[in-house]
């Protein structure tokens, strides 16, 4: 069993639908959870960072962690073809350099 | 520079060749790491960087594997031998803390044929 288990899609949804990602893990000693997003050809790009549980907002883009159930989600709202990419979870522990990555969730939002 | 900066963008070796993959980290990040990705996956660690010093090296999948820093900017991954396995695309970040997010580079697609 993988440490980072995510869907790998793919998940297509119709412009401004929202859309709802998760993962859930393993290892209780993450405490920073992040999601990256990746479009093709490019480095993942950071959208969210949360330190241990809870929410965080940013714009169209909601991140929640539940440390009780090991899972991890982020919520966009008002999708729009642009946010068509690969999204990665990724968490690390309390050392924090050695971060584990999600195998990515694939969104396709058509216009 | 503005982000992270990656060379090649592409590479093709022979199997058994050796290959040298660099990347220059944002300017004052102290902290450098490699990524491997394979088609379909998520990046998978490889080694971490503070600064000079290689602190963590146990993702280096075998001895041909090789990362330097030797001024605490540049940083350079060398695969000896290559082999087709070691087709990926490898991605290089760095950051101000060691903790939280990454910026990362584009990647080198190196493909062994």
């Known amino acids: 069993q993988k440490e980072v288990e995510q869907d790998p899609g793919p998940l297509s949804v119709p412009e401004g639908a929202i859309v709802s990602l998760n993962c859930t893990y393993s290892?209780?000693?993450?405490?920073?959870f992040m999601w990256y997003r990746q479009y093709s050809r490019k480095g993942p790009e950071l959208l969210m960072y949360t330190y241990s549980s809870g929410n965080k907002e940013d714009g169209r883009f909601t991140a929640q962690v539940d440390k009780s159930s090991k899972y991890i989600s982020l919520f966009i709202r008002d999708s729009q073809p642009s946010d068509s990419a690969t999204y990665l979870c990724?968490?690390?522990?309390?050392?924090?350099?050695?971060?584990?990555f999600g195998a990515g969730t694939r969104l396709f939002v058509k216009a | 520079g503005a982000g992270v900066s990656q060379s090649p963008r592409y590479k093709v070796a022979k199997r058994g060749q050796d290959v040298a993959l660099r990347c220059d980290p944002i300017s004052g990040h102290v902290s450098l790491f490699w990524y491997q990705q394979a088609l379909g996956q998520g990046p998978e660690f490889l080694t971490y960087?503070?600064?000079?010093?290689?602190?963590?090296k146990s993702g280096l999948p075998s001895d041909r594997f090789f990362a330097e820093r030797p001024e605490g900017s540049v940083s350079t991954l060398k695969i000896q031998r290559t082999q087709q396995e070691d087709s990926a695309v490898y991605l290089c970040a760095s950051s101000l803390e060691r903790a939280g997010g990454y910026t990362f580079g584009s990647g080198t697609r190196l493909t062994v044929v």
């Open positions: 290892n209780s000693a993450f405490q920073y």
């Open positions: 990724a968490m690390s522990g309390k050392g924090g350099f050695k971060t584990i």
């Open positions: 960087f503070q600064n000079e010093a290689q602190l963590d």
